[in-house]
């Protein structure tokens, strides 16, 4: 008798022959490099160092295509926002020591934002692992503990057998819900050392599927079906499952209005009637969501900003369907259940029954009136206009990537998406530096549409470095860099709490002239001419900057009354 688990794919007369009669002159990094394109894999990002270059050097041996970036940090980055536009695992090839560590800022981003990044760094000869101190070059105690509580997994490979095994895992591990990061160390002589491993000619690695206990969802859909003031609130969760028609239907069939989080923008149409848009730092939105008897938390931990600063207190029911188990009921006692986005919806799209409200969109409409009516007492006519024209100026299907800075806080409320999947910011871990190496990784990702970068002066010396990798692969970047003369919103926060900044005013380029000097076309504009000029660049092929001198303000915060 025959059991499915004693079925082996046997190979075939060409595999047999190139496992007997392996080509000469390869080396452990070959086998990372065979393995990653038996996975899928067709990009990778990073940048070279002496303890990787067997890595390297198996790269053009390979057809894998290489985006080299200036500073490790930005290549995690691109390989984040890689990761995001397509769903697949984004390789990032790293150096040992320093060159590694330089990039755990981007890797926390991508934790925070459940990017698929694979991290593949060198590590020191296999001699000095195990914590002495043999004072090789880059050398650290324990490399792969300054990474374990930032990614999700971390892999050490001894021999070159282990290779192939170890990333497939650690591909399965980042592309398993909720995404993420991983960590794959090799040491150098392992990388280096000519192999005998055959050539790996295939690595099937199918991230398991995260799907509801059917009781919970059973008792979801019973919630919600007879709720009388039911809401939503979309995360980042559902952008990533690709879960967004299915959400439309569901607040469809419940009459349920839905607001978006950062994370989740474009998650749900924006102008629908049942579209609160994404207006969660408000207080007349919160004073909403607190007013439901059941309120559906779909792929969002209801963290910082998406509870309006811990302030969110809700009064009713909270259905919660996450994929991080770490973030299932973190903030607030609900029915958890501990899903993939995209699976827990279909199944409460098979149980609920249609419920008929026609008053929730007129319920809808006056809460955004009432925003609406908030920010048009503050005088921010020039922040609103400025964010206009940008989305005017930017195509529907373009992606766009936000920096740390007053124009990215404003579009996390007030900016239409078009479309899942579009925009991204880094609103999960916070730091600097994101936007133009993000757009740099899209771009890569997807050559047919351009992309859009915005960052303030301050974010934007982060990665002034990469208007080099943005000319030498003449990628289709436009680059908006709000110039304020420091650090815009850290300066509002001084000024509101001690009366007046320190260390946020800076002395800065000339950013059309450095640009230019790259041999990347520069524009200064104006808010009035900012549509005409970011229409131009974004519709001219290759990368460009775009400055727009001026001080913008932000709303002032509910969250503090």
């Known amino acids: 008798m025959t059991h499915d688990h004693d079925l082996v794919l046997r190979p075939t007369a060409a595999q047999t022959s190139a496992a007997l009669n392996p080509p000469p002159g390869r080396n452990g990094g070959d086998l990372v490099v065979e393995t990653l394109a038996g996975l899928g894999a067709t990009t990778v990002f990073g940048l070279p160092g002496q303890h990787a270059l067997g890595m390297f050097d198996a790269l053009r041996r390979s057809d894998l295509r290489y985006i080299g970036l200036r500073v490790e940090n930005n290549a995690g980055f691109a390989a984040d926002a890689y990761g995001r ?25 991508a934790a925070a934002a459940s990017a698929p990044v694979l991290a593949i760094s060198s590590q020191i000869p296999t001699a000095g692992l195990g914590g002495g101190r043999h004072g090789y070059l880059h050398e650290l105690p324990d490399q792969s503990a300054s990474f374990r509580g930032v990614v999700k997994s971390v892999h050490t490979v001894r021999t070159q057998s282990q290779i192939p095994s170890a990333v497939a895992a650690a591909w399965k591990s980042a592309l398993t819900a909720p995404h993420g990061p991983v960590w794959v160390e090799i040491p150098q002589d392992v990388l280096l050392a000519e192999t005998s491993v055959p050539v790996v000619t295939g690595g099937d690695a199918f991230p398991e599927e995260l799907p509801p206990r059917p009781e919970l969802t059973a008792v979801a859909a019973h919630l919600l079906s007879n709720a009388a003031r039911p809401a939503i609130i979309a995360g980042g969760g559902v952008v990533r499952a690709d879960a967004s028609k299915k959400l439309r239907r569901l607040a469809e069939t419940l009459a349920a209005p839905v607001v978006t989080t950062p994370g989740g923008k474009g998650a749900f149409p924006w102008t629908h009637p049942l579209s609160l848009q994404s207006w969660i730092e408000d207080r007349h939105t919160t004073d909403f969501l607190e007013d439901a008897d059941v309120l559906l938390v779909v792929g969002s931990g209801l963290g910082e900003l998406s509870s309006n600063y811990h302030t969110f207190k809700p009064r009713g029911r909270v259905i919660q369907i996450e994929a991080d188990l770490g973030k299932l009921e973190s903030n607030h006692p609900a029915l958890g259940i501990h899903a993939d986005a995209r699976l827990a919806l279909q199944a409460l799209l098979e149980t609920v029954t249609e419920r ?22 503050q005088e921010l006519t020039l922040e609103q206009d400025v964010l206009a024209s940008v989305r005017r100026a930017l195509p529907a299907d373009s992606p766009s990537f936000w920096d740390m800075t007053i124009l990215a806080y404003w579009a996390w409320s007030a900016f239409d998406a078009k479309g899942p999947n579009t925009m991204h910011s880094a609103q999960g871990a916070g730091g600097l530096g994101y936007g133009f190496p993000a757009a740099l990784g899209a771009a890569a990702a997807d050559p047919t549409r351009p992309v859009l970068a915005v960052s303030g002066d301050g974010g934007a010396l982060y ?17 908006l860099i709000v110039d304020d003369g420091g650090y815009g919103i850290l300066r509002e926060y001084m000024t509101d709490a001690f009366g007046r900044p320190t260390a946020t005013e800076l002395t800065r380029p000339d950013y ?25 660049a974004l519709a001219s092929p290759g990368p460009s900057v775009v400055v727009l001198p001026a001080v913008l303000r932000m709303f002032a915060p509910t969250h503090l009354a």
Request: hydrophobic share 45%; net charge negative.
């Open 85 to 109: 536009i397509t769903g697949e695992a984004a390789p990032l090839l790293l150096s040992t020591g320093p060159g590694a560590l330089t990039s755990l800022a981007a890797l926390q981003e």
């Open 356 to 377: 008929q409200d026609p008053a929730a969109p007129q319920r809808v409409r006056e809460v955004l009136t009432k925003v609406a009516d908030r920010i048009a007492s």
């Open 463 to 479: 990665s002034i470095a990469e208007l080099a990798t943005a000319r030498q692969y003449d990628l289709n970047v436009t680059w």
């Open 512 to 536: 059309v002239a450095l640009a230019e000097s790259f041999g990347v076309p520069g524009t200064r504009t104006t808010p009035e001419n900012l549509e005409a000029d970011l229409t131009k």
